[in-house]
């Protein structure tokens, strides 16, 4: 089993500043990409920002330039940096990663629980 728990929500002030962590675990044989999405209340979950297992990143243009996404490959962890938050990135936070289980010859998509971000005016 695999498993992804996020964590680093919060309430912050327009302006502020977040980081996010998603830490995988369990019986894993690789990791190939990780991402970050998001879906406010109403809204479809959209990608924020993704990172390949080499390091490569990809950002929604909402948040470019404000987000940063990293890895720590050892530790199987995500992170994301969000910095000059804004009222609008109000969301559920969810991480996402690709995972290739120990002793399996196919990758499943496996999902975190999510984490509640509210950033106020």
């Known amino acids: 089993q695999v498993q992804l728990v996020e964590s680093g929500g919060g309430l912050v002030q327009a302006g502020g500043s977040l980081r996010l962590s998603c830490a995988a675990s369990?019986?894993?044989?690789?990791?190939?990409?990780m991402a970050w999405y998001r879906q406010a209340p109403g809204n479809q979950r959209e990608l924020v920002a993704g990172i390949t297992s080499s390091g490569r990143t990809n950002y929604a243009d909402s948040v470019k330039g404000r987000f940063t996404i990293s890895r720590d490959n050892a530790e199987n962890t995500a992170y994301l940096q969000m910095n000059s938050l804004k009222p609008e990135d109000t969301a559920v936070y969810y991480c996402n990663a690709d995972i290739l289980r120990r002793g399996k010859v196919a990758r499943d998509q496996y999902w975190g629980q999510g984490t509640q971000v509210t950033v106020s005016s």
């Open positions: 369990g019986s894993i044989w690789s990791i190939n990409a």
